[in-house]
């Protein structure tokens, strides 16, 4: 590997807290002329508040990166799965109605 190739890794640290992870069911996601804005949000059935877990705000160029890096994943795991998790999903509609959003 030459030095150009070495300047542009980015070394990347995960610490033990991060890697655990934290659960979320629904995600909500808003956007401006600047940035998208995705709330990951732990609902729980029969409690009448949902609590916002993470805040992940992405400029539109980084949104549309991960978008392509989930279809990517996606793709590679319905191959791998014989799955074509997209098709049950056509008529699901998020239960958001009745969750009022607190900033």
């Known amino acids: 590997m030459d030095n150009n190739q070495k300047s542009k890794e980015i070394q990347i640290e995960l610490t033990d807290e991060i890697a655990q992870g934290t659960y979320a069911n629904l995600a909500v996601i808003a956007h401006s002329g600047s940035e998208f804005i ?3 949000i732990r609902l729980v059935p029969g409690l ?3 609590k916002v877990q993470s805040r992940i705000i992405l400029t539109p160029d980084n949104a549309k ?5 989930l279809q990517d994943n996606i793709q590679k795991f319905d191959r791998q799965t014989k799955e074509t998790t997209l098709s049950s999903f056509e ?3 998020p239960p958001i109605g009745g ?3 607190e900033a």
């Open 65 to 69: 990166r991960l978008l392509y890096a």
């Open 48 to 50: 009448p508040k949902a």
């Open 38 to 40: 995705i709330d990951f």
């Open 91 to 93: 008529n699901l509609i």
């Open 99 to 101: 969750i009022k959003g």
